[in-house]
């Protein structure tokens, strides 16, 4: 074995000792201070958090091809391979872009919000279709969304190409806003202000179908596979995921244009938007889906959050502690990364004591590997912390 950081990290998971993972930050346009999304896991290349333990710093994904079985257990390894899985943090200053997924599920737990980001609305979120929309049109609004998406993006394409030939391209580049470009033009062309007027009742048609939900911190919002969805601005999350490939349905009214609708690619575009896979979502309101009790006890709750990725190998407790309470996990089987969403406390094992970190952008997260064997969380005051880990059973 060598002697570097890798190797010196490795040796000391092998001895059940646990770990601070560092995240990869990932940057986007729509992102707070540039940095959309902050990845805790062992993705290969340069996207790999890092692990740090004492003076040592090394890319988890070196460090886990090290030591794969101590690290994620190893039935979890024989189950589903070498997966560490994703966790995530999103932190937008501006609405995402509403998508749905074909092919998974996700979770969403919220860890801050910012009104003012919010520009003066409640923050909240995007999940599924309105009642108001469903109640209306029944099994097809799928379709009379499909409808509502191909005109909103062809009055948008309108009003940008007429912008540009009016040679309001620097107001777009400023503003990185196609209506607010608009707002600021169109006093000196009536065409500008005629084709404003057309963008704001198509996107008034497009609002109705969303189902807006308010959250507040602490609130966990699951997204079914197939349900359109859309990060609010000002909300920050802890996503843990399976990866899994997105379809986009609309953006907004950005600039440049990140998604082109169909039949309007422009030269700074990155991906056409799946408006015609509209009809494959969920033509419901979405039912909710609460946490399930796995135990409560002498101050300590626990629950399984909905997710539906068991069988893709990663599963998601919350831990609940009220006052001064201990949690303790013996016989573990899987790595756990740990981080809180409130409160604080600490992981006690075999090998020493580690403070469980908040969830905040950029800021760390505890992995303890399988080879600690058994913990135990000590919290003084109270404490709600997430954790993450493979499932060897699946209920």
């Not at 540039?34 to 990845?39: F, H, N, R, S």
Request: glycine share 10%; proline share 7%; charged share 25%.
């Amino acid at each position: 074995m060598g002697d570097n950081p890798a190797d010196r990290i490795a040796n000391a998971l092998r001895e059940g000792k646990a770990v601070y993972l560092s995240p990869y930050k990932e940057p986007k346009v729509w992102g707070a201070g540039g940095i959309g999304e902050y990845w805790y896991g062992a993705e290969a290349g340069d996207k790999s958090s890092v692990a740090s333990l004492g003076g040592d710093e090394a890319p988890m994904a070196d460090v886990l091809e090290l030591a794969p079985v101590e690290i994620l257990g190893e039935g979890a390894v024989k189950k589903f391979g070498d997966l560490l899985p994703l966790v995530k943090i999103l932190t937008p200053k501006g609405r995402l872009s509403v998508q749905f997924h074909d092919a998974k599920n996700e979770l969403w737990i919220v860890t801050g919000v910012d009104e003012s980001a919010a520009g003066g609305k409640e923050p909240s979120v995007i999940v599924g279709f309105s009642s108001e929309a469903v109640d209306e049109y029944g099994p097809s609004v799928t379709s009379e969304y499909h409808e509502a998406l191909k005109e909103y993006g062809v009055q948008l394409n309108a009003l940008i190409d007429l912008l540009l030939q009016k040679r309001f391209k620097e107001a777009l580049e400023e503003t990185k806003d196609v209506v607010l470009a608009a707002e600021s033009a169109k006093e000196s062309s009536p065409q500008i202000a005629a084709a404003l007027d057309k963008v704001t009742e198509a996107r008034g048609k497009l609002e109705k179908f969303y189902n807006y939900i308010p959250v507040k911190i602490g609130d966990v919002i699951p997204i079914p596979c197939g349900t359109l969805h859309a990060l609010g601005s000002g909300v920050e999350v802890v996503e843990p995921q399976i990866p899994g490939p997105t379809q986009s349905l609309e953006d907004g009214a950005t600039y440049p244009v990140r998604y082109y609708f169909p039949g309007h690619e422009r030269g700074r575009s990155k991906k056409k938007l799946d408006i015609d896979r509209a009809e494959e979502m969920i033509p419901d309101v979405v039912k909710e889906s609460p946490p399930e009790v796995i135990s409560e006890a002498d101050s300590v709750k626990i629950e399984r959050l909905p997710g539906g990725f068991e069988d893709k190998g990663l599963e998601v407790h919350r831990i609940t502690m009220e006052g001064a309470a201990e949690a303790n996990f013996s016989d573990i089987t899987s790595f756990h990364t740990l981080v809180s969403v409130a409160g604080e406390a600490m992981i006690v094992t075999s090998s020493g004591e580690y403070e469980i970190p908040k969830a905040a952008p950029g800021g760390k997260m505890l992995l303890v590997p399988a080879s600690a064997g058994e913990y135990k969380i000590v919290s003084s005051s109270g404490a709600q912390i997430i954790d993450t880990f493979t499932p060897l059973e699946i209920s």
